[in-house]
């Protein structure tokens, strides 16, 4: 069993920057993904970003040149640099992790963090 522990977050105003960390515990082995999903008030948990255990990174378009997703896998810990922010980025963030490789279905991982608000004001 994974825990993960999130932090960071809090209030931005567009065009900021915020950086969330998220840290892993328990058997944690090696050769695992680990990811970034948001879910904003009633909408679905959408992907962020996700870095496979070799540091492979992939993201969603809407986040690409503004956040930068990293890991430091002697830590078991993955960051999340958010800048030039926007309202619409607004959510509750959630880490995740998966053994092998990165996906972007929140089903497919299973461990997850209990979340952290991004509040971005205009």
């Known amino acids: 069993q994974v825990q993960l522990v999130e932090s960071g977050g809090g209030l931005a105003q567009a065009g900021g920057s915020l950086r969330l960390s998220c840290k892993a515990f328990?058997?944690?082995?090696?050769?695992?993904?680990m990811a970034w999903f948001r879910q904003a008030p009633g909408k679905e948990r959408e992907f962020v970003a996700a870095?496979?255990?070799?540091?492979?990174?992939t993201y969603t378009d809407s986040v690409k040149g503004r956040f930068t997703v990293s890991r430091d896998n002697a830590e078991n810990a993955v960051s999340l640099q958010m800048n030039s922010l926007k309202p619409e980025d607004t959510a509750v963030y959630y880490c995740?992790?998966?053994?092998?490789?990165?996906?972007?279905?929140?089903?497919?991982?299973?461990?997850w963090g209990q979340g952290t608000q991004v509040t971005v004001s205009s």
């Open positions: 328990g058997r944690t082995g090696s050769n695992y993904a």
């Open positions: 995740a992790s998966r053994r092998g490789a990165v996906g972007t279905v929140p089903k497919n991982y299973d461990s």
């Open positions: 870095i496979s255990w070799s540091g492979g990174t």
